[in-house]
């Protein structure tokens, strides 16, 4: 019953900063727990960050805590995953996810996911 849709993707230098947007659309986007994880190549999906209904709770991977933020706008149907001193570790492929589930710390939470956006750190 939504629809995401990742962007802000792309090639930055280990140190910079980037962010992603996921725009919802759909059933009542507030109601919904959102996440972000990320995907290297040849690894598993690994969760990245969550943020509650109200946006009162925030869960962070402990290779991201201290450098990545997750927020978002209700008014605008919109989660941001602001990265920054970013490392080559960092390149994956990014998907934001969403679920009314009161677990939304795990990639079997989720029911609804985006077509992720390619985030790439060199050295």
């Known amino acids: 019953q939504v629809q995401l849709v990742e962007s802000g993707g792309g090639l930055v230098q280990a140190g910079g900063s980037l962010r992603l947007s996921c725009a919802a659309s759909?059933?009542?986007?507030?109601?919904?727990?959102m996440g972000w994880f990320r995907q290297a190549p040849g690894k598993e999906r690994e969760f990245v960050a969550a943020?509650?209904?109200?946006?009162?709770?925030?869960y962070y991977a402990d290779s991201v805590k201290g450098r990545f933020a997750i927020s978002r706008d209700n008014a605008k149907n919109t989660v941001f995953l602001q990265m920054n001193s970013l490392k080559p570790e960092d390149t994956a492929v990014y998907y934001c996810?969403?679920?009314?589930?009161?677990?939304?710390?795990?990639?079997?939470?989720?029911?609804?996911w985006g077509q992720g956006t390619q985030v790439s750190v060199s050295s």
């Open positions: 759909g059933r009542t986007f507030s109601n919904y727990a």
């Open positions: 943020i509650s209904w109200s946006g009162g709770n925030t």
């Open positions: 996810a969403a679920t009314t589930s009161r677990w939304y710390r795990s990639r079997y939470d989720y029911n609804y």
